[in-house]
């Protein structure tokens, strides 16, 4: 069985704070992996892919570990427009369908 | 910038009537999906969709689900007779060929089934 786990938190931390989630998978063949944001009662939004080799955009940075199966996100200098859910979503290679983790739900606080 | 939209936003439907879900993928998109979310539950995918016929489809896709692609714009999901238990969020998602897999949703229907 696929699975995705993510610690559904919720995670409240002050502004300026930083915050990291993990997300792990049990699918060995996945090959793509991303995060997504999703405020309440919306669509999942693409956050951004993660890579072997890690990314980062501005204050967000991913991280993939094949050999341990997980991938993280760390958010820099949260602000408290950061506040949503957070899910991780792994695939396999190609256009293939995504497993999505239960999500993580950050709440950033004045 | 380019998005997925869906209509209608809400549909609210009796317990064994048929509904249709309509999507507008990105234009230049050739993959197609539906995912649902039960309230409070995660994200599950439904099926797949590419060329004009199914490419994968999840076990929750019975036979009371079907897709189509009526146009050369609109990708529908019809759920044929519909049970409490389908009141969820459906979200059309479309993709672009080979490009890492990166899915773009739509702003979903919440359907409720009374």
């Known amino acids: 069985r696929k699975e995705v786990e993510q610690d559904p938190g919720p995670f409240n931390v002050p502004e300026g704070a930083t915050v990291a989630f993990n997300c792990t998978y049990s699918?060995?063949?996945?090959?793509?992996f991303f995060w997504y944001r999703q405020d309440c009662r919306k669509e999942p939004k693409l956050l951004m892919s993660?890579?072997?080799s890690g990314n980062e955009d501005g204050r967000f940075t991913a991280q993939l570990n094949r050999a341990s199966q997980y991938i993280s996100l760390l958010i820099r200098d949260s602000k408290l427009s950061d506040s949503a859910t957070y899910l991780c979503?792994?695939?396999?290679?190609?256009?293939?369908?995504?497993?999505f983790g239960k999500g993580t739900r950050l709440s950033v606080i004045a | 910038e380019p998005e997925v939209t869906q209509t209608p936003s809400h549909q609210v439907t009796q317990m064994g009537q048929e509904v249709i879900l309509r999507c507008v993928p990105i234009?230049?998109?050739?993959?197609f999906y539906w995912y649902r979310q039960i309230l409070g539950q995660k994200v599950e995918f439904l099926v797949s969709?590419?060329?004009?016929?199914?490419?994968?489809k999840s076990e929750i896709f019975d036979d009371q689900f079907s897709v189509e692609r009526p146009d050369g714009s609109n990708f529908t999901l019809k759920i044929r007779s519909t049970k409490l238990e389908d009141s969820a969020m459906y979200f059309c998602?479309?993709?672009?060929?080979?490009?890492?897999?990166?899915?773009?949703f739509g702003p979903g229907t919440r359907l409720t089934v009374l």
């Open positions: 998602a479309s993709s672009v060929q080979g490009l890492g897999n990166e899915q773009f």
């Open positions: 699918n060995s063949a996945s090959q793509s």
């Open positions: 993660v890579y072997s």
């Open positions: 979503a792994a695939g396999n290679s190609g256009n293939t369908p995504l497993v």
């Open positions: 234009s230049n998109h050739l993959y």
């Open positions: 969709f590419y060329n004009n016929e199914i490419s994968e």
